[in-house]
């Protein structure tokens, strides 16, 4: 069953979403069989498998699959292992198997089958070993359908089905490679074997019942049999001994029945097998063993008496078996060590597990000098004298775990120098004074987890020169009492204290393990834990670190920057009570920690939410990621791992498939790889589609404006810079120097030198700003010509089409047209050199607006009458002399 479970390659998934780039996330994965709700395949069509030709494992188990379509395995020449244990298949057909040539291991265990037809089995050139355990089989020529096409078959397990008979008569041929044949739990009514039908048939069940089951064996058939099991077979004495003569080589027997009269003489007649050396017998009534029921075992080297209801054994019960190796007495009800263990000086394995041993005396073990290993596991032992193990000098492994013990003395084990393993966990333990195991000098393997917290004195381990591993529950307060193991490679501490005392483990550790490679920290529910960084500080070798139900708000960067050789990190249950969660930092110390060589990752039972695949990018080395457990969010914010999950064929992320969304409360309970990222996809493309069409719409228009509008935009910069100067010049209120501003362009230069200057300046006496005069070069213009014109009462603009091209004269204009919006006085005269239709004003639109509601001043249509023309410069120049005149400012005919 174990191998089954472990399930190494599982194809359910590969099935229902059939991209090829699916089959990393599945390579190792591990499903949850028990889980009602899971995906299940019940049927495998022609095309599912077509083109896995490489595959060569391929696990099928635990669906309900009640149908394969002919040939659907014709493309898996590789595959060696089939399972397709536990489905509901009903029939083997002939083209079932077809293509499967280099299958050795096939599992139908657990499935309905009936029948199988007679070729069904004929491509399994190869099979050599079939699980056909818990079917319907119920005719023995289907098993001869088997055989006869599979001849390097070897083991064959047939039981838990419905035959009656088996008879070796109907096999055509001897079956040379068998070696184990189970026909257990089948309603076997006979059982039949010639000769050299199974002449290497090495191990044998059977299960028969009644006085009528015919057992026909002829001598010499069984001959090869080494391991006979039968297992509650309910039949008369003489069936028994004709089974026992059957089986002349025979080394070992299970037997097990239930209360039935036969069983008097059964275990004798067992033994008078000469070759017999191992029995094994459980579920018979022994009240008490005396000498008489083992009499002729003399012989047996292993001898296992299980659940037989015992209370004891007398004294010379077992005392004849002079070549006794092994003994276990498990599940019985003795109160003691029986006495006739002493002296049994070829013993070198002793097991009374599960017994109800409450004492142990120092006579117990007397004389067995050869005891390697003594088992006293689950007995209510509550005192180990030291006196108790004096005569086990070669004693290696000791169990005495789950007994009620609640203290070790400082003496214990002061005859036990070659102990290496000593497991007692389970125990009261309370109280580990100082040199506690201070005479176990070989000890390698330590394990005294107690049922509750053990005050740990200092030194308490000292003298463990050897020690590997060891596994304890210390109080809070003696957390640090394994400071000094040099040798030690693996550290578990279950910490199962109440409150959170995190004061005292504050204070400095200086721990010095260079060897240790695994620690693993679990803390129970209500406790809490935290540590300082020293507890890590110099794990400089450390692979595996575990820690279970431990306080989230401690995951911080600095305690694992000590850890470059960490390769497994287990985050298990952590907890997370009265804390917020997001204070919890895992995903933090993982990017900050510089794990670069972490391989397995197991972040199980935790409160993750919303996984940033990104985060993996940290941790190079990582093959393998459990997140299992979880309460994930199901919607675009976890995108990136779904993608990331499936995609990347790197990490294996375990279980990936059955993880479950926790929220929101649409998605509850649904898969999360199910989860539709298409969507998050398509609602970000058309986020993108929008912000690009308005960026390629932006860029049109800009270039439109650019191409078309230009000036206006240049404009609208210098009204802007104007406005702002406007206000700031407008709250200054200052005085005026000149008469007018000027405003022309460099080309009308000459007419404003030599006709304009010399008749306003020089005749009429007006003081003038001119532009190229009056300005230093280099400075700010634009500063330069607001102040001219806001120094100036009148801002006089000579206009020619140059004019209009230059956006400085323009400018000058604008400029003075907001002196006369914004601050009600018309300031601006306009002086037409040329003739300018309004048409061609159009883009200055506001000069056009200026001139279209205001009178102006035409040199071209004064030219005959120049008096008159300067005279009315003259007038609007004058025009608004006094403050206050504000009215009619601009007068001129055109
Ligand atoms: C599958 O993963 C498990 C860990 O859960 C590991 O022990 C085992 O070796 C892996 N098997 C293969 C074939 O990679
Ligand atoms: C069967 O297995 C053998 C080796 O075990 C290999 O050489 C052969 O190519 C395999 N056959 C197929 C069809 O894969
Ligand atoms: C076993 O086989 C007999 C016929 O040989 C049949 O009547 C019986 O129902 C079968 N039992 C099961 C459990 O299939
Ligand atoms: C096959 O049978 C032999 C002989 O009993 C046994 O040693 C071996 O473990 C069996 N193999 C399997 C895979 O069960
Ligand atoms: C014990 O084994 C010896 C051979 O080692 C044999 O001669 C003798 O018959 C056996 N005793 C029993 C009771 O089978
Ligand atoms: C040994 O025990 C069996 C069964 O418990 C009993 O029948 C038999 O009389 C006992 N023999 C002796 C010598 O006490
Ligand atoms: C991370 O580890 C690598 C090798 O383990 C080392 O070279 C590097 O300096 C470390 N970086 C930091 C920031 O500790
Ligand atoms: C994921 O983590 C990276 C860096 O660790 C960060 O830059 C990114 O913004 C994170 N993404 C999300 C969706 O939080
Ligand atoms: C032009 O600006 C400079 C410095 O900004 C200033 O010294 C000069 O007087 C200004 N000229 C006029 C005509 O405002």
Redesign the pocket.
């Known amino acids: 069953m174990e191998r089954w479970t472990s399930s190494l390659f599982s194809l359910l998934f590969l099935l229902l979403l059939p991209r090829p780039l699916l089959f990393y996330s599945l390579k190792n994965c591990t499903i949850d069989f028990y889980d009602q709700n899971k995906i299940v395949i019940e049927r495998i069509r022609q095309t599912d498998l077509t083109g896995f030709t490489r595959l060569t494992f391929l696990h099928l188990g635990f669906n309900r699959i009640s149908h394969i379509d002919d040939g659907a395995f014709t493309d898996l020449s590789a595959v060696t292992d089939l399972m397709l244990g536990f489905n509901k298949l009903t029939a083997l057909r002939d083209e079932t198997f077809k293509g499967l040539n280099n299958l050795t291991t096939l599992y139908l265990n657990v499935n309905q089958i009936i029948s199988i037809s007679k070729f069904a089995f004929e491509p399994l050139k190869e099979l050599q070993i079939l699980y056909m355990e818990s079917n319907n089989l119920f005719q023995m020529s289907d098993i001869v359908n088997i055989v006869l096409h599979c001849p390097d078959l070897k083991n064959i397990s047939l039981n838990h089905n419905n035959l009656t008979s088996f008879e070796s008569d109907l096999f055509p041929v001897p079956l040379l490679n068998l070696m184990k044949l189970d026909l257990d739990s089948n309603p076997l009514k006979k059982f039949s074997v010639h000769p050299n039908v199974f002449p290497n048939l090495e191990t044998l069940k059977l299960l028969g019942e009644g006085s009528d089951f015919d057992y026909s064996v002829s001598d010499g058939a069984l001959t090869s049999v080494r391991s006979l099991t039968l297992y509650e077979t309910k039949l008369p004495l003489p069936t028994y001994k004709l089974i026992f003569q059957s089986v002349d080589s025979l080394e070992n027997l299970y037997l097990s029945d239930s209360h039935l009269e036969s069983d008097?003489g059964l275990l004798e007649m067992a033994c008078e097998i000469p070759t017999l050396q191992k029995l094994d017998s459980g579920d018979y009534?022994?009240?008490?063993?005396?000498?008489?029921?083992l009499q002729s075992c003399t012989n047996l080297t292993e001898l296992h008496l299980q659940s037989n209801s015992m209370s004891d054994l007398?004294e010379s019960s077992l005392q004849m078996l002079t070549r006794l190796t092994r003994l276990t007495i498990h599940q019985n009800q003795l109160s003691r060590i029986p006495l006739t263990i002493r002296n049994m000086s070829t013993l070198t394995f002793l097991s009374f597990e599960d017994n109800l041993i409450t004492e142990l005396d120092c006579l117990d073990f007397t004389n067995l000098p050869s005891l390697t290993e003594l088992n006293l596991k689950s007995n209510r032992i509550s005192k180990l004298e030291t006196c108790v193990f004096q005569d086990l000098r070669n004693l290696k492994v000791l169990e005495i775990q789950e007994n009620v013990l609640t203290t070790l003395s400082d003496t214990f084990g002061s005859t036990l120098k070659h102990l290496v393993t000593l497991k007692a966990d389970g125990n009261n333990f309370r109280w580990f004074q100082r040199g506690t195991f201070q005479n176990l000098p070989a000890l390698r393997e330590l394990n005294v987890k107690s049922v509750r917290e053990i005050i740990v004195e200092d030194g308490a381990f000292m003298g463990l020169k050897e020690i590997k591993s060891l596994t304890y529950s210390p109080s809070n307060y003696d957390i640090g009492s394994f400071t000094s193991l040099q040798q030690l490679e693996k550290l578990a501490m279950f910490l199962t204290y109440p409150a959170c005392i995190k004061e005292q483990t504050n204070k400095e550790l200086s721990v010095n393990l260079p060897s240790l490679q695994e620690l693993s920290l679990v803390i129970e529910k209500s406790a809490c834990f935290s540590w300082t960084h020293s507890l890590l500080k110099g794990l400089s070798n450390l692979k595996t670190l575990t820690f279970e139900n431990y306080c989230c708000r401690d995951f911080d960067e600095d305690k694992f920057i000590y850890l470059p050789q960490l390769i497994n990190l287990h985050f298990i249950n952590c907890d997370h009570s009265g804390l917020d969660k997001q204070s919890c930092r895992i995903f933090g110390f993982l990017v900050e920690a510089n794990l670069t060589k972490l391989e397995m990752l197991i972040l199980k039972d935790n409160v993750l939410t919303v996984i940033n695949e990104t985060i993996f990018k940290a941790l190079p080395s990582l093959k393998y990621l459990d997140l299992s457990g979880n309460p994930f969010v199901c919607n675009c914010s976890n995108t990136g791992f779904i993608e990331w999950a499936i995609r990347n064929k790197q990490v294996q992320v375990a279980n990936a498939f059955q993880y479950r969304c926790s929220s929101p409360s649409s998605e509850e309970g649904n898969f999360l790889l199910d989860f539709n990222v298409r969507w998050c996809w398509e609602f970000t493309g058309f986020l993108c589609f929008i912000s690009s069409s308005a960026l390629v719409l932006l860029t049109l228009l800009s270039s439109f404006i650019f191409h078309f509008l230009r000036w206006q935009l240049v404009y609208g910069y210098y009204l802007l810079l104007a406005f702002l100067y406007d206000s700031k010049k407008r709250r200054q209120d200052c005085p005026h120097i000149y008469d007018a501003f000027v405003s022309y362009n460099v080309h009308d230069e000459d007419w404003v030198y030599g006709e304009l200057l010399h008749e306003l300046e020089e005749r009429q006496g007006w003081k003038l700003c001119l532009h190229h005069r009056d300005f230093i070069p280099g400075t700010a213009i634009i500063e330069n010509i607001t102040d001219a014109i806001y120094s100036s009462r009148r801002t006089l603009c000579v206009i020619s089409h140059r004019y209009l091209q230059s956006e400085w004269c323009s400018q000058e204009i604008q400029l003075a047209s907001f002196r006369l919006f914004d601050e009600h006085k018309d300031v601006l005269i306009l002086l037409f050199l040329e003739e300018i239709s309004s048409n061609q004003l159009s883009p200055f639109y506001r000069m056009r607006k200026l001139v279209k509601s205001r009178t102006y001043l035409s040199w071209t249509q004064a030219r005959s009458h120049k008096g008159l023309f300067w005279e009315k410069v003259r007038r609007a120049l004058e025009c608004g002399h006094e403050p206050g005149d504000n009215h009619n400012p601009l007068t001129a005919d055109a």
């Open positions: 008097k009534f022994i009240p008490i063993l005396n000498e008489s029921i007398t």
